[in-house]
């Protein structure tokens, strides 16, 4: 069961990155027009500061929910991987219900602020505020999702990026 449910969201977290690789390509062409029309026609487009923002968060918060799934989250392992089998399975334990923690904060007070700023408008694209804080309650969401397969996987022994039997 935990192989199968392992197997889609690993095409869900590499989806995830590629959505954010395509946000990046995408900022950097509308960063690249802003500099193309401020300096080579002395007319700076107003919408694309904006939009570079918009889709800086979304890819952002995308690239964290997936690092979770991957493993390539902030963390710092040194006095971790000195310590006994044991202990520090605890710890990772402890850090992932720390991590499952953080995205169901984000999700709950990331839907709040969605929800609160969705009238807004932002002027230079047109678009509900609540558009730019969307991936807030939706990286919480897939954050705690992968979150939850990691502490299901250390529980079953299985630690991603580990040999069998490593002490």
């Known amino acids: 069961m935990l ?3 392992a197997f889609f969201t690993r095409l869900f977290s590499r989806l995830l990155m590629y959505v954010g690789a395509a946000g990046i390509v995408a900022m950097t062409a509308i ?5 193309f029309g401020r300096y080579v026609l002395n007319a700076s487009p107003a919408w694309t500061e904006q939009a570079a923002l918009v889709l800086m968060v979304w890819f952002v918060m995308f690239g964290a929910a997936a690092g979770v799934h991957e493993g390539f989250h902030i963390r710092i392992g040194v006095f971790v991987e000195a310590l006994p089998r044991r202990i520090r399975t605890v710890c ?3 850090a992932l219900m ?3 923690a953080c995205g169901a904060a984000l999700t709950v007070w990331g ?3 969605v929800i609160a700023v969705w009238s807004h408008v932002i ?3 047109g678009i509900p505020r609540g558009i730019a804080y969307l991936p807030l309650p939706v990286s919480g969401a897939l954050i705690v999702l992968f979150g939850i397969e990691r502490l ?3 529980a079953a ?3 991603r990026g580990r040999s069998e039997g490593e002490d």
């Open 92 to 94: 990772r334990a402890f």
């Open 3 to 5: 192989d199968h449910f």
């Open 157 to 159: 022994g299985r630690e």
């Open 111 to 113: 839907t709040e602020l």
């Open 31 to 35: 960063i690249g027009w802003q500099v």
């Open 152 to 154: 299901a996987e250390l």
């Open 123 to 125: 002027p230079t694209l």
């Open 98 to 100: 720390v991590i499952v």
